[in-house]
DNA sequence: AATATATACATAATTATCTTAGGCATAAAG
DNA sequence: CTTTATGCCTAAGATAATTATGTATATATT
């Protein structure tokens, strides 16, 4: 995903977000959104991203519809009602990561 | 480590920045500086922290001084020329990461 | 005296998430 | 005709944690 490893473990939380603002999208589509949200920052390879999608849609965050289009099969995913309260609660966990981190990184912290 | 995930790969970063700060640091010191500075959200556990100042050590970012104290042993751990460079790298790392992540969960981006 | 807590190190088995590398298939563009 | 884009997928391996131990000393509690 990321040029750093603190990336891992964020991807369900993306992917939640995503869907909260959007209300179905396919995979394919969700790579390409974040490239351009993140300005090419952020590149989800597709072997990170459909496990986890068939994992969400495992633990019942996630459901699919299939449709075709084009002569293509797309699956598109979108939030069950478990999934939405969950990607409040991934939101909520991203903030408190960022605050924890950013108390330990606060410059020159044991000197005040 | 945290109650979620994304605490996954940070631990190094977090280690290197203590370190810049602090000149050296032994293993239990680590973890009650990381309590005490995120205010009891993140402990950091023995079974994380060990494996991972080895790991710095092996790549040379970290080196180690042993000293007994009252007798007990204890390993100082500090920042090698390397390590200190590569603490910089982390941090901004660190930062770009928030930064991404932000793009991503600011709300209703895809209103505006 | 016995037990729990704090200090201080360590490893081993397991789990989770990702990377890397492939495979399958259609359509458009060079 | 070959690359690029679209669209899905999985399998092997790497990595970083968790969980559960083990060792040892010192202090505080029951």
Redesign the pocket.
């Given at each position: 995903?990321?040029n750093s490893?603190l990336?891992?473990?964020?991807?369900?939380t993306i992917i939640l977000k995503l869907l909260s603002e959007q209300e179905k999208m396919?995979?394919?589509?969700?790579?390409?959104k974040v490239k351009l949200l993140t300005q090419g920052e952020l590149n989800?390879?597709?072997?990170?991203?459909?496990?986890?999608?068939?994992?969400l849609e495992a633990e019942g965050l996630l459901e699919?519809e299939v449709v075709k289009?084009?002569?293509?099969?797309?699956?598109?995913y979108k939030l069950t009602e478990t999934g939405s309260k969950e990607s409040v609660n991934k939101l909520q966990e991203l903030e408190d990561y960022i605050k924890t981190m950013q108390l330990l990184i606060s410059p020159n912290f044991n000197i005040e």
């Open positions: 995903m990321g490893k990336y891992k473990g964020s991807l369900a396919y995979g394919y589509a969700i790579t390409q989800i390879t597709e072997g990170a991203l459909y496990p986890a999608l068939h994992k699919v289009v084009e002569n293509r099969f797309r699956k598109y």
